[in-house]
């Protein structure tokens, strides 16, 4: 009973003060106005003008990640041994660190194939069988025996664990192992045998690394979110140029005051040609309905493509240029 009315007693604190955050309109609690919001708004402006001028956007990659590493990083709040204040290391893979060895020492012999790997914040070892050996040979079966693992610890200790497998595994299948602590920096070896001297064989070894997963308590988690989701559209095979600049704009509009400086600037230039129209000199520029909807909709175009590629700002001045000279009236002689 008594463990229950503490457990309650936490969960109405923790609702408490998620109330006593700023909230937005939409309910999510306001990020702060800070240096670190405020060199995630240069950051994002960078990024959305590397988007759009960039010829070759497969070239800049990396400038964007490390640009985008670095905010999520200083988000996440590091601390000196490696952990974060807003994110912790969860056993969901992450990425992998593997090998792919050949496998030719006999199950039964007392030194059997060593394979070491090393990698940060593993949590698991893996070893699996592909069905092929080379282009077109069939595999064989692998045994494998023991994983030995030695790890340092966030805190800085030092571990040491010897896992027995003994276990076959077959041509297309896997088999593996938990390491009983997420390791800081883990060194595995793992050894495999085959069955007999001319059932060579191949197998690959893995590190699986631990997701780090962002605490939704976070100040800045809904900063981290949009900068995590940017760079995954950078990260990409293929980066898709329109989406990773819009994401870029919708993250930035989304920080503090952003929105409002944007929509203080686009009144400023309404009131502006308002008064532009009361004292007459807007003679000889383009008032509200002067332009016609295929103008319109050109120069709409001609925006576009000046915010895009070399080539295409390119073609954007050319037709820049020739529809002025289309609008230009003729010289009366």
């Not at 056993?91 to 792919?100: A, C, K, L, M, T």
């Not at 060593?114 to 949590?123: H, I, K, P, R, S």
């Not at 080539?311 to 289309?326: F, H, M, N, S, V």
């Amino acid at each position: 009973m008594k463990t229950f009315l503490v457990a309650s007693a936490l969960s109405l604190c923790s609702l408490a003060a998620i109330a006593q955050q700023p909230q937005n309109p939409s309910g999510v609690p306001a990020l702060p106005s800070d240096a670190n919001m405020d060199l995630v708004a240069s950051d994002l402006r960078t990024v959305a003008r590397v988007a759009g001028v960039a010829e070759d956007l497969g070239r800049v990659r990396q400038v964007l990640l490390d640009i985008l590493d670095s905010d999520i990083k200083t988000l996440r709040g590091p601390r000196e041994d490696g952990t974060y204040q807003w994110a912790s290391l969860q056993r969901e893979e992450g990425g992998r660190v593997s090998d792919e060895k050949s496998v030719e020492y006999v199950f039964s012999e007392k030194v059997l194939r060593e394979v070491t790997l090393t990698g940060a914040n593993a949590y698991r070892v893996e070893v699996s069988v592909p069905k092929k050996r080379g282009t077109f040979q069939a595999n064989n079966s692998v045994f494998v025996r023991n994983v030995i693992v030695d790890s340092t610890l966030f805190d800085g200790r030092t571990v040491h664990h010897e896992i027995p497998i003994n276990v076959w595994v077959e041509p297309g299948d896997a088999t593996g192992g938990p390491l009983p602590e997420i390791g800081k920096s883990v060194k595995a070896l793992v050894e495999l045998g085959v069955e007999k001297g001319d059932k060579q064989a191949v197998a690959k070894v893995s590190l699986v690394q631990a997701k780090l997963a962002d605490d939704p308590n976070s100040p800045y988690y809904p900063a981290v979110t949009r900068l995590v989701a940017i760079r995954d559209l950078a990260a990409a095979k293929e980066i898709n140029r329109g989406q990773l600049k819009n994401a870029a704009d919708e993250a930035l509009v989304a920080l503090p005051g952003e929105l409002e400086k944007r929509n203080a600037q686009l009144a400023a230039a309404d009131e502006q040609r308002k008064q532009m129209a009361a004292n007459g000199t807007m003679r000889g520029s383009i008032a509200l309905g002067d332009a016609t909807p295929d103008v319109v909709n050109e120069l709409t175009e001609i925006q576009r493509l000046m915010n895009g590629t070399v080539a295409e700002q390119a073609e954007g001045r050319d037709r820049l240029t020739k529809l002025i000279a289309g609008l230009t009236p003729a010289r009366v002689q």
